[in-house]
């Protein structure tokens, strides 16, 4: 057995090997939990499913059905996807942007503000300024912390902390003063054609939320795929991420790399930002930002910082996250156990190159028994 699984994670397939194996410890690790607290792991994880519309509920309240849960699972998935492509947009070059939840808060506000209140705007013209808006001002917040690393070598960790606490209280001083609900205390909801998510769409007898982020999303996994892997731009920006002194020494502009990258990931992080403000939630809650920025790394790290291995991992960390409540009400546990599993996945995630360093060292010893051996038998 040692022996296989050593071979898993030293063949072809090391990294999608080490995530599964991550993902097996990580369901190992919350049966074991669950038991403690006395709790049935087997109904604990078909919980999660049913939570999400992959399994039938025994019952559902009127109106709602299968597919109203499956659709909510996809609301929730797009823009944890876009978080998550944001995180390895800037990854790739060697940069950790850990302020996505900041720039998804700044790109929904500023959306919300200048047109999800703008009763006057047509769905074809509201939808599309929503998502330009979002890309515009995530792009504008992740070139500004590329600068401050090129130019001033700031570290972008330290940056987009400070970054994030800015812009937590901005945001949530002009909408305490502005925009506020008085009786949920959140900004105003915006108009449902400034809306990223169609709602009370009847889709087989039932009512559906149905999100264009998740088409988006989709797309773009390919397309940030594409821009690594076959166009030197991407090959460019990869190679600053390795050894940036190596890259300038062979032409490479590691200052512009830096800016563009950050850029990339700001852009994907708007487009998360307007897709879960204006789309999951059409709500702002003041001065706080969202965990989904920080669940985007787990995310990112248990896709293998691949853009399609993320498509899975927000699937897999979208089922514990978006069926937590279920999962709660049935069982009987805290909803939090969602994002403490979700932890021990990212613990589990981020030891893949331990897995793959133990993996070898298995495999060399055996060679190495069988080298002697060999030599013996002579």
């Known amino acids: 057995m040692k022996k296989f699984l050593a071979k898993r994670l030293e063949g072809r397939y090391s990294s999608l090997w080490a995530s599964v194996f991550a993902i097996v410890l990580t369901m190992i690790t919350a049966s074991v939990l669950l038991l403690i607290m006395g709790k049935n792991p087997v109904v604990a994880f078909q919980s999660f499913l049913q939570g999400c519309g992959f399994l039938p509920k025994a019952k559902y309240g009127g109106g709602s059905g299968m597919l109203s849960d ?4 996809l609301n929730y998935l797009a823009p944890l996807m876009l978080a998550s492509l944001a995180f390895i947009a800037g990854f790739k070059t060697g940069l950790f942007n850990i ?3 900041g720039q998804m808060l700044l790109s929904g506000f500023l959306a919300t ?5 703008n009763k006057s705007l047509s769905p074809a013209v509201a939808k599309p ?5 979002g890309i515009a001002a995530g792009g504008l917040v992740g070139a500004f912390i590329g600068f401050l690393k ?3 070598n700031i570290h972008e960790v330290v940056s987009t902390i400070m970054i994030n606490y800015i812009i937590s209280y901005l945001t949530g001083f002009f909408i305490n003063n502005n925009y506020v609900d008085m009786m ?4 105003r909801v915006c108009t449902a054609a400034a809306r990223l998510t169609w709602t009370n769409v009847k889709i087989g007898g039932v009512n559906c939320k149905v999100p264009l982020g998740i088409v988006i999303a989709i797309l773009i996994a390919f397309a940030v795929q594409f821009l690594f892997a076959k166009t030197s731009f991407g090959f460019e920006l990869k190679a600053v ?12 502009g590691v200052g512009k790399s830096i800016v563009l990258s950050m850029a990339i990931s700001g852009v994907l992080a708007g487009l998360a930002g307007v897709t879960y403000y204006l789309g999951y939630t059409n709500t702002i809650i003041p001065k706080n930002l969202v965990g989904m920025g920080y669940d985007s790394i787990s995310v990112a790290l248990l896709g293998n910082s691949s853009p399609i291995g993320a498509i899975f991992a927000s699937i897999i960390v979208s089922i514990f996250q978006q069926g937590a409540n279920y999962m709660s009400s049935r069982v009987g546990v805290a909803k939090e156990i ?4 979700t932890g021990i996945m990212l613990l589990y995630a981020s030891c893949g190159n331990y897995m793959k360093m133990l993996a070898h060292s298995v495999i060399q010893k055996e060679a190495d028994k069988t080298s002697n051996r060999e030599e013996e038998e002579r």
């Open 184 to 187: 949920t205390r959140t900004s």
């Open 241 to 252: 991420g390795l050894n940036p002194k190596c890259a300038k020494y062979f032409g490479v």
């Open 338 to 341: 969602a994002s403490l599993i």
């Open 99 to 101: 302020g996505i939840s």
């Open 70 to 73: 499956l659709f909510d699972f």
């Open 113 to 117: 503000v200048m047109v999800g209140y």
């Open 129 to 133: 300024l929503v998502i330009l808006i």
């Open 150 to 152: 090129y130019r001033f």
